[in-house]
């Protein structure tokens, strides 16, 4: 069965630093884009981090480049969400997601794309 678990989130002050997990099972993670995607109240589902199939490429959305670093460790199938500077406007449910690709190294930011998401993790950042 192919699970995603996200864990991590939390309160923190604006400016301070938290790091999501995302623990994979039941599938061949080298095979698989995974995307961070966050949502807050009122707002679209935002991709803001991904890392290709392979870890041959990442991509940032604008509003995170700089702060956040996404990274893999293969050995535990768990992707990283570093998340540093944290800003009010960060609060969302944060989800983590994989995408079997149909070429090897490619990634997508597209929401749809994605095969199988995890549950969520709440991140608040107060001012």
């Known amino acids: 069965e192919v699970q995603l678990v996200e864990s991590g989130g939390g309160l923190v002050q604006a400016g301070g630093s938290l790091r999501l997990s995302c623990a994979a099972s039941?599938?061949?993670?080298?095979?698989?884009?995974i995307g961070w995607f966050r949502q807050a109240p009122g707002k679209e589902r935002e991709g803001i981090s991904f890392i290709s199939s392979g870890d041959v490429s990442t991509y940032y959305a604008d509003s995170v480049k700089g702060r956040f670093t996404i990274s893999s460790d293969n050995a535990k199938n768990t992707v990283y969400l570093q998340m540093n500077s944290l800003k009010p406007e960060d609060t969302a449910v944060y989800y983590c997601?994989?995408?079997?690709?149909?070429?090897?190294?490619?990634?997508?930011?597209?929401?749809?794309?994605?095969?199988?998401w995890g549950q969520g993790t709440q991140v608040t950042v107060s001012s």
């Open positions: 997601a994989a995408d079997r690709t149909i070429e090897w190294g490619s990634l997508t930011v597209v929401p749809g794309d994605y095969d199988y």
């Open positions: 039941g599938f061949t993670f080298d095979d698989y884009a």
